[in-house]
């Protein structure tokens, strides 16, 4: 994927996004004195890009009926790290992963909608699947404060 260069249109374009995703592009190019057609090919290229998404995001401080767990993991990755975090960020209730420094070699935020049984099951089921696991740690999110994100693929019926 490409590195973008931003300018401030750009940034400021995604700063209004993030405000209200719903945000019309009139009300976006009278905001920041451009035309409408200049804000539609700067979110095409930026969503081309991979640098912006529009999405829905749920509070999940308000959805009760989720579980949100960090888990560190241990990878026997023998140089092929990048690989292990592609098929772990492919499982279904992975929201996302991160090669790390410290005491784990990867972080993923799991969330679940099962509780400690969805857990387990991503822990001991699930997890497995990618190969080379030697060792992991799972740290439950009791509450957390300004967390809007996606909600992972497995959670497609929730």
Known sequence: MPILNLDNLDKNLIRLLKQ??????????KKLEVTTPTVRSRMRALIEAGMLRVAGL????????????LI???????????????????????????????????IAEVIVKDGTEGLYRFSSVDLPTIGRVTHC??????????????TPDGLKEW
Request: overall charge positive; hydrophobic content about 45%.
């Open 20 to 29: 209200d995703g719903r945000v019309s592009t009139a009300n976006i190019a």
């Open 58 to 69: 749920v509070n999940l401080s308000t959805a009760s009926e989720l579980t949100t767990a």
């Open 72 to 106: 560190g993991i241990n990878i026997e990755s023998r140089g092929q790290l990048n690989i292990q975090l592609e098929k772990l960020t492919s499982l279904k209730n992975v929201h996302w992963a991160a090669v790390v420094t410290g005491r784990f070699d990867v």
């Open 137 to 150: 740690e799972t740290f439950v999110v009791m509450r957390s404060s300004r967390k809007w994100m996606l």
